[in-house]
């Protein structure tokens, strides 16, 4: 929107983008990096083109609506300023790449953790770049997106997905700083839709593997057999009822005698977790920190956090097939069906969000006693060995 310009407005520190002055046609250019330059837009058989009229403040305000006014006189006697010596070129768009490094860099801060960071950029770098990375930021086109997620759009439909929406969320930034004008060449609905098929009907549901409840004491002995941090870990994961990054990246600050305090930054619900330690829990926490070492990190290996994979590898040695993340329904499922724990104490433990928005207003509390008397049950279940006469059941998903 036009508004009028003034020398004190344009002398500060502006955001990137165009300010529009009341003077038709005459805007000044922000770069990302703070440099101005004055653009005179005019059209001329339908199109529209922009001619640069120097850069600020070398041009003052005055110079540049002057100049405008008789550019824009010219262009009603039939001539194109076009064919004349331009006093300057328009700035270029920046590039894709260079505009998605900031992007990321930008809204970095906000983001879970450092993994959704890498994430942002790997994908970026393996899929996007390769057609788009030296594209000036407003010439991304539809064609360009279907090069991009054709070849990956059945094949890998959860990423193509992803992809699709952090370019999405590219281009609608530099619409914002008005880089480029027009629809979202990456916009699913309304456009994509389309031309590409709906995800969910590409994709395939995979549940995680979970190991029958009726072995997890013969998994807990195998663990307890292993001189390794990872097996300290896995085994403190499945008596929680964790998720993987949320015992990986625990800390020593977030312990409180029997309680381990989980960060909202690292809860998949954003909100704080307060999970009862049992006393196997608390002696496998006294066992890491006597044998591995003082470190910020509960589980480390040279101060540093256990890798994504480091327990996955230890299961699939141990318990071949099943996954880490598959003890929460190990966990669910023996709630269900051995025990008289109320469901939302079972839920309330796994930190679910309670989808229901008129039954989250009023639920206050986190159960915390009864979560603890349920957490206890399940770490004297994983200790004892299951009667001789119950048979294993078929692997479970979850």
């Known amino acids: 929107m036009a508004q009028q310009l003034t020398h004190a407005l344009i002398s500060k520190p502006l955001a990137p983008g165009r300010y529009f002055d009341t003077t038709r046609g005459l805007h000044l250019f922000v770069k990302g990096n703070g440099k101005k330059y004055w653009i005179f837009r005019f059209t001329i058989a339908g199109r529209r083109h922009d001619r640069g ?39 270029r768009r920046p590039t894709f790449s260079a505009f998605a490094t900031e992007f990321i860099q930008t809204h970095a801060a906000q983001w879970r953790n450092r993994k959704h960071v890498d994430q942002w950029r790997n994908t970026l770098k393996d899929y996007a770049f390769p057609v788009i990375g030296e594209t000036p930021v407003d010439q991304v086109t539809t064609e360009h997106m279907l090069r991009i997620l054709t070849p990956i759009w059945s094949a890998k439909t959860e990423t193509a997905s992803r992809v699709r929406g952090r370019i999405e969320r590219i281009l609608g930034a530099a619409t914002a700083q008005q880089l480029r004008d027009g629809l979202n060449p990456a916009q699913w609905r309304g456009h994509l839709e389309y031309t590409l098929p709906a995800p969910k009907r590409l994709k395939r549901v995979m549940h995680y593997a979970a190991l029958p409840y009726m072995r997890v004491h013969e998994v807990i002995c195998s663990l307890q057999e292993k001189d390794c941090v990872s097996a300290l870990a896995l085994e403190f994961l499945i008596l929680t009822a964790a998720r993987t990054g949320e015992v990986r990246f625990a800390q020593w600050s977030e312990i409180h005698a029997d309680l381990w305090v989980i960060p909202a930054d690292r809860m998949k619900t954003k909100k704080e977790h307060r999970v009862p330690l049992t006393e196997r829990c608390r002696d496998i926490l006294e066992i890491s920190r006597s044998v591995h070492g003082q470190a910020d990190y509960l589980f480390h290996r040279n101060g540093r956090p256990l890798s994504n994979v480091a327990m996955a590898n230890l299961l699939n040695r141990v318990a071949p097939s099943y996954t880490v993340h598959g003890f929460r329904s190990t966990f669910r499922d023996w709630v269900a069906e051995e025990t008289e724990h109320p469901r939302d104490v079972a839920e309330m433990a796994l930190a679910h969000k309670i989808e229901n928005p008129v039954e989250a207003s009023y639920r206050r509390g986190d159960l915390l006693n009864r979560r603890r008397r349920l957490m206890n049950d399940w770490a004297a279940y994983c200790s004892e060995a299951p009667p001789p006469n119950v048979l294993s059941l078929e692997r479970r998903v979850a």
């Open 53 to 91: 009229l120097g850069p600020y403040p070398e041009v003052p305000l005055a110079n540049a609506r002057e100049e405008s006014v008789r550019l824009r006189q010219a262009i009603r006697r039939g001539e194109n300023p076009l064919s004349k010596t331009q006093v300057a070129s328009a700035p």
